[in-house]
């Protein structure tokens, strides 16, 4: 079976989606699934492409036991191709994917993160850019519920062999 394939997606690439994409392929790696699923991450903007990540999003998944890797880049079309799940922040971000060339051929394949919350309060995962500590904090704990049932959907729907 093809491995699958996921793109987070936020608007600088420097904070949500990164620790989305590492908190993902720690969780894949525990699950020993890593064969079957690959994962990267983007921005809509291109204000940080071939950042790191930002400084507290990486002492904040150290402080939660992960470990990032990343250097910032923009979503592209051909992003809308290649991947099987592209997986939104926030409504900003799902709606700029959307606008791409061609979208309505693969509007199938983009969601919000936290339609995948078991306890979602909103829609979006919230922008930690402007914030503090708790706010990055606040922003792992969704990203870790979502992701876990993420895995969960893709384990059940799409990772059969
Ligand atoms: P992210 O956060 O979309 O979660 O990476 C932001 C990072 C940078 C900016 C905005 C949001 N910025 O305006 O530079």
């Keep these: ?6 793109l987070f997606v936020c608007l600088g690439n420097i904070c949500r989606s990164p620790l989305a994409e590492a908190i993902f392929k720690t969780r894949i790696s525990e699950k ?8 990267d991450s983007c921005g809509t903007a291109n204000y940080h492409v071939g950042d790191l990540p930002d400084k507290r999003t990486i002492a904040n998944a150290r402080k939660n036991g992960i470990v990032i890797s990343h250097r910032g880049r923009q979503i592209s079309q051909q992003d809308l191709v290649y991947y099987d799940f592209i997986v939104a922040m926030d409504q900003s971000n799902y709606q700029n994917i959307l606008r791409l060339e061609s979208s309505e051929i693969y509007a199938h394949k983009v969601a919000l993160m936290r339609s995948f919350d078991s306890v979602r309060d909103r829609d979006d995962v919230p922008d930690p850019y402007y914030g503090d500590e708790q706010n990055f904090q606040e922003v792992f704990e969704i990203l870790d519920r979502s992701i876990n049932s993420f895995i969960r959907f893709l384990e059940s729907e799409h990772l059969k062999v």
């Design 32 to 39: 020993k699934l890593i064969h079957l699923v690959d994962a």
């Design 1 to 6: 079976m093809a491995r699958k394939k996921v």
